[in-house]
């Protein structure tokens, strides 16, 4: 299913952000005048009020992150950066503020090493997001079907070799701008992250209250859910740390 809306994505490219209604845009100028004033708490609950009726866009949420780290909320600062991140992947402020809030925390993990392949294609995947890299592929696509156009019209055998020699580039390229926003579009659409919510919460080798104490966590942490079995929820660190924890004791990004 997922792989048809992605493909209906890159065709149509429908949709884009909720827009405001006149009385939502009303209420998003008021949540921003009160965070002027240092209001902060009552800016943030116009600013939820927004999100509950829908008005899901990364501006919204980032303004909301905002609201909750001058409030010292850092849990509630991270988890809607975190949100906006998802929506927007490519706004610097965003990616920015995540950082300031995350050295808050007190979990400081250490990503895995990846092999140096996968980390330059990551690297290079995540520099936009899966709707900038559906642009660019329809774009690599079209540039692909103009030039096999003239190498067809065109009867110069040099013109010919270095449009056919474009074609070929287009679409190479148009083939890794689909790979990049097929895996981006994945990864925004799992929802299978989470933000630690408690003071700390310890981290249980089986999924009881008996088990094991593996390690512990703090507010603030992210982690890659993994499984989930009754009311708990198998979790994964960046670090490669596995272990259950409550599931009430964690929301998804």
Do not use: C
């Amino acid at each position: 299913m997922r792989k048809y809306f992605f493909i209906l994505f890159l065709i149509f490219m429908a949709g884009g952000l909720p827009s405001f209604s006149s009385q939502t845009e009303g209420q998003f100028k008021q949540a921003n005048d009160l965070y002027q004033k240092g209001e902060y708490d009552k800016a943030s609950a116009i600013y939820e009020e927004i999100i509950d009726r829908g008005y899901t866009n990364a501006e919204v949420y980032y303004n909301l992150g905002n609201a909750f780290f001058k409030l010292d909320m850092i849990p509630y600062a991270i988890i809607n950066y975190e949100r906006a991140k998802l929506l927007n992947p490519e706004d610097e402020d965003i990616d920015f503020n995540l950082n300031i809030a995350n050295l808050k925390i007190v979990d400081k993990i250490e990503a895995l090493p990846q092999f140096f392949l996968t980390e330059w294609l990551v690297g290079i995947r995540d520099v936009w997001g899966s709707r900038t890299w559906s642009v660019l592929t329809i774009i690599l696509v079209w540039a692909a079907a103009v030039f096999l156009s003239g190498f067809i019209l065109i009867w110069s055998p040099v013109a010919k070799k270095l449009i056919f020699s474009l074609a070929i580039i287009s679409i190479i390229l148009a083939a890794f701008s689909f790979a990049f926003g097929w895996q981006s579009s994945e990864i925004e659409k799992a929802r299978n992250n989470a933000i630690i919510f408690p003071p700390s919460v310890y981290v249980k080798s089986s999924p009881d209250e008996n088990g094991n104490d593996l390690f512990i966590l703090h507010e603030g942490t992210k982690v890659l859910i993994m499984d989930k079995v009754r009311n708990w929820s198998k979790i994964k660190l960046a670090d490669g740390n596995v272990g259950w924890l409550p599931s009430k004791t964690v929301e998804v990004i």
